[in-house]
């Protein structure tokens, strides 16, 4: 059987057929796998890619029935039963498909994904690090007020948890970490503007904890701006609110607002949603395939409430261990069971001292919140010598107001220019 997709449905599903009689074929264009939710950490220079990141050979080193296989899938014939890689093909007798989501940016990719990057993979988030770091060394040695200004002013796009997550990040960057670097600007003044279409941030959540959570980031110096969806993006501008609307000036917009599925969905001959997700069966098989399972950010399924399930972590896991055990159950000629999701909670950290958690039964905020959502992460980091490393990094720019990872590299115009 061959795995798309080495994230954490991919993983989960090739855990879960451990012991099976099968052999398993995991492909991944990356050769590893990323703990997601620290991304934005990466992203804003408190953690290194390596403190979040690990060789998928190595997490399935110890399962003797996985090879992984480092190769991009292009496309899907589930008539003939093969994976089209981009330099070969490998059949299958069944598929497991959990190739993820990218950034949404609703039908204007051409246009704005240039201007305002996203932040789904590693490279994403060492590109958002350069151009935020790269901001602050332009605007040193800036003389013009306004063009500083605009280097000064950065714009997070979306108010879900990436959006929040990064906000209260570069809020604490410019008025800890980089405060007393500097000696032609003020850092600490830097203005941060969290936009956000709908009414509030953090619309999934109880609307205290939302509440708080736009409380907490207007302390930590962030305009949050709701009700302002985004009309138009360009180079050093940012638009919201249509052709009257207000006009930001900006040369760094980082874009959280919407997410679509992976192109991949496409090849598979089934029905999509409007975001491009593959709409499976209650046992995560596609209509009129038993062979074919699509799991996690790729598929679309209603849960008890007729609404969609989110595209979080908790989802793919579950979806993946379930189209694993589907798998085995048809090879055993048993019937297959449909997913019920159990909802275990969710939570999103503000800034220092300051997160959410929803656990459905309980609501927590602020410092006791935080504490809950920095022990999580650190456990469920794979690897010890990860999770060493996390926790250090984090005592370390607790105790000092640092981040520590605050590195520029490769070339850029405007150095070039000047040496010119």
């Not at 984090?394 to 010119?420: C, K």
Request: some cysteine.
């Amino acid at each position: 059987m061959v795995i798309v997709g080495g994230g954490f449905g991919g993983l989960a599903a090739a855990g879960a057929l451990a012991r099976a009689p099968v052999d398993i074929t995991l492909v991944d264009r990356r050769n590893h796998h990323v703990f997601s939710p620290l991304l934005y950490q990466v992203a804003t220079a408190g953690l290194s890619p390596g403190d979040i990141a690990s060789p998928i050979r190595w997490i399935l080193r110890r399962q003797r029935n996985v090879r992984v296989w480092l190769a991009e899938v292009t496309a899907i014939d589930t008539a003939r039963r093969t994976v089209t890689l981009a330099d070969g093909t490998l059949e299958y007798d069944y598929l497991i498909v959990a190739a993820g989501s990218r950034p949404s940016y609703f039908g204007r990719e051409s246009e704005w994904q240039l201007h305002a990057p996203g932040l789904k993979t590693m490279e994403d988030a060492l590109a958002i690090r350069e151009r935020v770091l790269v901001a602050f060394e332009r605007a040193e040695r800036e003389r013009d007020p306004a063009v500083q200004r605009r280097l000064l002013t950065f714009v997070v796009v979306g108010g879900g948890a990436t959006g929040v997550e990064l906000a209260g990040a570069l809020a604490e960057i410019s008025r800890h970490a980089l405060a007393h670097d500097f000696r032609s600007i003020h850092p600490d003044r830097a203005r941060i503007i969290l936009v956000e279409g709908g009414s509030d941030v953090l619309t999934m959540y109880p609307t205290h904890l939302s509440r708080f959570a736009r409380r907490a980031l207007e302390r930590l110096g962030v305009a949050v701006w709701t009700g302002s969806p985004v009309s138009d993006i360009g180079p050093g501008w940012l638009r919201v609110g249509g052709t009257g609307g207000e006009t930001i000036e900006t040369d760094t917009v980082l874009w959280a607002a919407g997410v679509g599925a992976s192109p991949l969905g496409a090849t598979l001959g089934a029905p999509l949603d409007r975001q491009g997700r593959v709409r499976v069966r209650p046992d995560m098989t596609l209509p009129d395939r038993d062979d074919v399972y699509v799991v996690g950010d790729l598929a679309t399924l209603p849960g008890d409430d007729g609404r969609p399930l989110p595209g979080v972590i908790q989802v793919a896991l579950q979806q993946a261990r379930l189209a694993a055990e589907n798998i085995v159950h048809t090879m055993k000629g048993q019937p297959r069971r449909p997913f019920r999701y159990r909802d275990f909670g969710t939570m999103a950290t503000i800034g220092r001292n300051a997160a959410v958690c929803d656990l459905g039964w309980l609501h927590l905020k602020g410092y006791l919140a935080w504490w809950i959502w920095l022990f999580l992460h650190v456990f469920k980091l794979i690897g010890f010598r990860n999770r060493l490393t996390v926790m250090t990094q984090w005592a370390f720019a607790y105790l000092t107001y640092q981040r520590s990872v605050r590195l520029i590299t490769g070339d850029h115009p405007w150095q070039r220019s000047d040496r010119s």
